[in-house]
């Protein structure tokens, strides 16, 4: 179903210069239907309103619906918003009316089609004309342009990194997944009394099983005068655990110089996978 009475086309689906900045290749994530602010907006489809709210990268008040089957629209600049997160709508129920909240330069509509978590253009599905011929009571509706920005309070269709970093600016090469958050691997250690490992080791060597406090180095000379090293220890313990430092001689010797070894090495616990967003 359409989402207003009367669709005018305006600016686009697909790479367009950008009203916002005046750059090209902007990417343009749906269509807009100019339109007079205040003008009436309608559920496209029956489903389930998954976010309504301050959409924090340029939607201004939006409101996204899911349909089911992989199918979700979104409303955006609205002037004010008739539904909630969580409400059930049914087709061509009316949920805001049309503003220019947000990154918008005029009343209009912004209307997206997401497939599959892929934006689609929404001229490619079939739109049916909706005419409103019963008189309507007044609709209480609100507007959160002026409510601060909670980023956790609405999981917005666009796919958003952890640190509520824009992942989708890549036009038809579109992220459905937000991509991992890089930065440097920390380890914990699991509660007391939880099972441990041993690190594996690379001697099938029973002795070699863990580090021998009194392990020292020989050194002898070859034939030409070089200098080699053996270590009678093979064991290769985890950089937590405190283990024998091995001292160089001038004289060509080599010492060990035993430090306090600390409990068995736990294993390391892995970090958890970036949460998708969308």
């Not at 976010?51 to 089911?68: C, K, M, Q, S, Y």
């Not at 409303?75 to 969580?86: C, F, P, S």
């Not at 009316?94 to 253009?121: M, P, Q, Y």
């Not at 739109?127 to 609709?139: M, P, S």
Request: proline share 10%.
């Amino acid at each position: 179903m359409a989402p207003l009475e009367l669709l005018t086309s305006s600016s686009p689906f697909g790479y367009r210069v950008s009203p916002i900045t005046g750059a090209g290749g902007d990417f343009h994530l749906g269509q807009d239907f100019a339109a007079g602010c205040g003008t009436r907006v309608y559920s496209a489809d029956a489903g389930v309103v998954r976010a309504a709210g301050w959409h924090p990268w340029g939607g201004g008040n939006r409101v996204e619906l899911d349909h089911g089957n992989g199918l979700i629209t979104t409303y955006n600049h609205l002037e004010a918003v008739a539904v909630r997160t969580g409400d059930s709508v049914q087709v061509g129920q009316v949920i805001a009316r049309v503003g220019t909240t947000g990154w918008s330069t005029g009343c209009h509509l912004h209307f997206e089609t997401i497939l599959n978590g892929k934006h689609t253009s929404p001229l490619h599905w079939t739109l049916l004309r909706i005419r409103q011929v019963d008189q309507l009571e007044d609709i209480a509706m609100v507007s959160y342009e002026a409510r601060p920005v909670d980023f956790g309070a609405q999981r917005w269709a666009i796919p958003v990194a952890e640190d509520n970093s824009h992942t989708v600016l890549g036009g038809e090469e579109e992220l459905s997944e937000p991509p991992p958050v890089e930065g440097p691997v920390t380890t914990s250690e699991p509660p007391d009394g939880a099972p441990t490992e041993e690190p594996a080791s690379d001697t099938t060597s029973p002795e070699s099983a863990s580090p021998d406090p009194t392990a020292t180095e020989t050194a002898t000379e070859s034939a030409t005068g070089t200098a080699t090293e053996t270590a009678t220890s093979t064991a290769s313990p985890s950089p937590t655990a405190s283990t024998p430092r091995a001292t160089r001689t001038p004289a060509g010797t080599s010492s060990a110089t035993p430090t306090t070894t600390s409990p068995p090495p736990r294993a390391p616990h892995q970090p958890p996978r970036a949460l998708r967003l969308r």
